[in-house]
């Protein structure tokens, strides 16, 4: 897996915004927001292949939760990237 080149992540205030980098990227339907967790997995595959158990393993590095836990947001994170096409198969 891998996110989609053209588009950055971006702090606004509190809220970490995906935004696309070219005018035919911009679809004003959606706008893709991420929580801080979520931002940190982007920066840390930005430019990487990955897959879900690469982001286990980093929300297990950062933050005190259990494997199931992190595996579990690990695939729906994953899921969420490529259903709202910023990541790859």
């Known amino acids: ?10 702090q606004l205030g ?4 995906v935004t696309p980098e070219s005018v035919a ?7 893709i927001s991420l929580n801080s ?11 990487k292949e990955f897959t879900a158990d690469t982001l286990k393993d ?16 690990a695939e729906n994170i994953a899921r969420t990237w490529v259903e709202a096409g910023i990541a790859v198969e």
């Open 25 to 31: 990227q911009i679809n004003f339907n959606k706008l």
């Open 37 to 47: 967790s979520a931002a940190y997995l982007w920066k840390s595959v930005e430019g």
């Open 1 to 10: 897996m891998k996110l989609v080149e053209g588009f950055r992540l971006r």
């Open 14 to 17: 509190g809220e970490f915004i």
């Open 58 to 73: 980093l929300l297990l590095d950062r933050y005190e939760v259990s494997e199931e836990i992190a595996a579990h947001d």
